[in-house]
């Protein structure tokens, strides 16, 4: 498995399993579900059968997108490749012809890391590639599907603008959720599963706390390389306003549900606010909470330390974020 940087900061900050809470969330999906689950795999290979377009993808090797009604709610999946059922994944750091997660070579605790390349190869998120337009497999969005050209890649499959990545090795086992990687890997943005509506598949999260600066405030439990990491969490001056260009700093806190929180945080503070697009966004006292994509995280032999870097950072012509005394 392409982990070594990631297995690299795990020793360093004493993390213990850093895909638990996923394998976990999974394993209690497919006991409830899982017959569902994985008919909806196999359902991708029916489907072929009995859709030309399908069959047709599968002889010209254009891939081809399904639903799976994962962990967290219906995700899209890889319909064709060598692993078809893997959950596919976007990063908030894309956006338009920029990207967040790309094929440059970095340096990770003394550790070479790729975040993305070609299917097969040893970067950490995969691309998800095609050759021809890719094909909508039942339930997905064709008018969402598309494909961009990437350097040292290929042609990327897109869904909704957002161009789709590979994680996970076993179908039905979502364990790139909500994975926070702002500075260490400096890929400056959060995963999320991608909806059939083509947006950011929220989770319920757990809220806690975390030292920073010698103050304490609100912090949203991440994954990254190091197990679970609390990030400081940061309100807007301009509440939900926050999108376009604001939106490549600060990335939403999507979430469903209510979150864990943990002890000592008072309940009746956390809360929901819905957007436009359909996202719902984590709140705390009613204001929507956001994570700051450039996130200072340093090793250090008690663990990571956060910077809080993003407090006060004024968006031109906008507000103000703040970090969040709970």
Not at 190 to 201: E, K, M
Request: aromatic fraction near 8%.
């Amino acid at each position: 498995m392409r982990r070594s940087p990631k297995a690299v900061i795990a020793a360093l900050t004493k993390a213990r399993t850093y895909k638990s809470y996923h394998y976990l969330t999974a394993a209690r999906f497919i006991a409830t579900a899982g017959t569902a689950t994985f008919v909806a795999v196999a359902a991708l290979g029916s489907a072929a059968s009995a859709a030309p377009n399908l069959a047709a993808a599968a002889k010209s090797g254009a891939a081809t997108v399904g639903i799976m009604n994962g962990p967290y709610g219906p995700m899209l999946v890889a319909g064709s490749g060598p692993s078809p059922g893997t959950a596919l994944y976007m990063i908030t750091s894309d956006h338009g012809s920029t990207f967040g997660c790309t094929t440059a070579k970095q340096e990770v605790v003394g550790s070479p890391y790729e975040c993305t390349g070609a299917e097969g190869g040893k970067s950490e998120w995969p691309a998800y590639t095609t050759k021809g337009m890719p094909v909508a497999g039942p339930g997905v969005k064709q008018s969402l599907l598309g494909e961009i050209a990437r350097p040292g890649i290929g042609e990327q499959v897109t869904y909704a603008g957002h161009p789709l990545y590979l994680f996970d090795q076993i179908p039905g086992l979502p364990t790139g959720e909500a994975w926070d990687e702002p500075s260490l890997p400096a890929d400056h943005g959060v995963w999320y599963l991608v909806s059939p509506d083509g947006n950011p598949v929220g989770w319920e999260g757990t809220l806690t706390t975390v030292t920073v600066k010698g103050h304490t405030v609100l912090a949203e439990l991440m994954l990254d390389g190091g197990g679970w990491v609390p990030f400081p969490v940061y309100t807007y001056s301009g509440g939900t306003s926050c999108t376009g260009a604001c939106a490549t700093q600060f990335d939403p806190v999507y979430a469903v549900g209510t979150p864990g929180l943990a002890p000592g945080l008072p309940s009746g503070h956390a809360g929901l606010v819905a957007s436009a697009d359909g996202t719902q966004q984590r709140t705390w006292d009613g204001k929507a909470l956001y994570l700051y994509a450039d996130e200072t995280v340093q090793p250090s032999g008690s663990g990571l330390i956060l910077g809080g870097n993003g407090n006060g950072v004024r968006i031109p012509g906008g507000g103000t974020f703040s970090l969040v005394s709970p």
